[in-house]
């Protein structure tokens, strides 16, 4: 079988080369979508196990509307990626299927947490 990736999805060049060199760290397969390529998302391997989406630039806000649409593809969980919160966009992200992870700091120990627990979830779901 396979190995499963995350999925990152960004506009941002600079975040796309972080966050992938911390899942080259961590030893995680990983592919990567910009949001304007959204479109490609229905030709991208079927192997996807979770989606990293970042909220870290005013630009990164279209990654809630690709969650809403990236679920229609892959039934995997979300995790959002941000170092600041409000209540908008708390709602917001409220209203994207579940599961759903936010995560506060940009740290690979946080990523890693994270990760294994989407998967964990993942792995229970299909078992259950």
């Known amino acids: 079988m396979p190995s499963r990736s995350i999925l990152i999805i960004s506009s941002h060049a600079g975040?796309?080369?972080y966050l992938s060199r911390m899942l080259?760290?961590?030893?995680?397969?990983f592919?990567?979508?910009a949001l304007s390529n959204?479109?490609?998302?229905?030709?991208?391997?079927?192997?996807?196990?979770?989606?990293l989406l970042p909220l870290q630039f005013q630009k990164?806000?279209?990654?809630?509307?690709?969650?809403q649409k990236i679920r229609k593809f892959?039934?995997?969980?979300?995790?959002?990626?941000?170092?600041q919160m409000n209540?908008?966009?708390?709602?917001?992200?409220?209203?994207?299927?579940k599961p759903i992870y936010w995560i506060r700091s940009y740290r690979k120990d946080d990523l890693f947490?994270?990760?294994?627990?989407a998967k964990n979830h993942q792995v229970n779901k299909k078992n259950a």
Do not use: H
Request: net charge negative; aromatic share 6%.
């Open 113 to 117: 947490v994270y990760i294994e627990l």
């Open 38 to 51: 959204l479109a490609l998302l229905a030709t991208m391997s079927q192997s996807i196990e979770l989606i």
């Open 60 to 67: 990164e806000q279209g990654n809630l509307q690709a969650a």
């Open 87 to 97: 209540v908008g966009l708390l709602q917001q992200i409220k209203t994207i299927p």
């Open 24 to 29: 080259c760290e961590l030893d995680y397969p």
């Open 31 to 33: 592919e990567v979508l």
């Open 74 to 83: 892959y039934d995997v969980p979300c995790i959002f990626l941000s170092e």
């Open 15 to 17: 975040m796309i080369k």
